[in-house]
């Protein structure tokens, strides 16, 4: 007969293997210092568009400041709910804020770690009874003192009446939140459309999501700035003409809720790298100075486009403050 004890390390086995290995604690332990709050706004305020997601989130952090300015003066404080709802399209700068976020509500003593824990619907559901939960209170623990980002969370809530564990998800979080209220900041995120659909899904979902923040698509000019803010960071530059070059291929592309907005800039710089290598091997590389190694022409991005299945009219002026 099978060994009861050789059957439970089985299982045991298995479920290191579906959940993933024990959490390294040293690795939760290590954490970037604390940052003052007005170096985090003006981080905030130096990304490329966003204006109203800015005002939003600063409206947010004044709100948390009285209330904590009132607590230690022994007023009462207004109950609110520090958990948020991040509404937009892929790539609109959803994980980044929700990162800074996290940042300052430690620097203002709301969280005692501040870590963003980012998951989806594949970090909390599991496949067979039990796991769910598994998988959802040790996420739980990971983003204790922080914020548990769910991106695309729309994805945990039942479509029809298939069986979904996605609904055991939800009820734990649920709980979770309540449970600890002190300790724990969830926000999630998604399509607006599918987002709207998942809050009106779950009673508690909306009461306890109460405070959403739009993200807009980055118009023309912002992408362009986007493209520019990539390059510099890899010290690249941009050459003559590119800046229109790059407003065309923006302008045509298709903007629907699949656009990637920011991911995309990233992919048509990352193509533009490659065909500018391309551009420079023909050559006699070892004799290229500086300034080639770093120059982006308008051949390398409209390489790069067509290489996305862009096809880029040619450089257009006037461009500039028009609006997608």
Do not use: C
């Not at 302008?251 to 710089?269: K, P, V, Y």
């Not at 982006?296 to 006037?318: F, I, Q």
């Amino acid at each position: 007969m099978p060994n009861p004890l050789d059957q439970l390390k089985a299982l045991g086995d298995q479920l290191r293997t579906q959940i993933g290995e024990e959490l390294d604690i040293d690795a939760l332990r290590r954490q970037e210092p604390e940052r003052p709050l007005d170096e985090l706004l003006a981080e905030l305020d130096s990304l490329p568009g966003l204006e109203s997601v800015k005002e939003q989130v600063r409206a947010l952090v004044a709100f948390l400041r009285v209330q904590a300015r009132r607590k230690e003066a022994g007023l009462p404080e207004v109950a609110t709910t520090q958990h948020l709802a991040f509404l937009g399209n892929p790539g609109t700068g959803k994980t980044t804020v929700a990162r800074l976020l996290a940042q300052m509500y430690r620097s203002m003593g709301l969280l005692r770690r501040g870590q963003l824990v980012e998951v989806d619907r594949a970090g909390l559901v599991g496949q067979y009874v039990g796991l769910t939960a598994i998988k959802t209170e040790r996420v739980v623990r990971r983003a204790l003192d922080g914020v548990l980002f769910i991106d695309e969370a729309y994805s945990l809530a039942r479509e029809g009446e298939r069986l979904d564990f996605g609904d055991e998800a939800i009820e734990i979080l649920l709980k979770r939140m309540e449970d600890h209220r002190h300790r724990l900041v969830v926000i999630v995120a998604g399509y607006p459309r599918l987002m709207h659909r998942f809050l009106e899904s779950n009673p508690g979902l909306r009461s306890r999501f109460s405070r959403e923040i739009d993200f807009p698509d980055y118009t023309t000019g912002e992408l362009v700035e986007i493209f520019a803010r990539f390059a510099a960071d890899a010290e690249y530059t941009l050459g003559e003409g590119v800046p229109e070059s790059l407003a065309a291929v923006f302008e045509r592309s298709e903007r629907s809720e699949a656009f990637g907005n920011a991911r995309f800039a990233r992919t048509l710089f990352e193509q533009a790298l490659n065909a500018q290598a391309l551009r420079l091997a023909g050559g006699d590389v070892e004799r290229l100075g500086p300034d080639e190694l770093m120059r982006l022409t308008v051949d390398d991005v409209t390489a790069g486009a067509r290489a996305l299945g862009e096809e880029p009219e040619a450089a257009r002026t006037g461009w500039f403050g028009r609006k997608r």
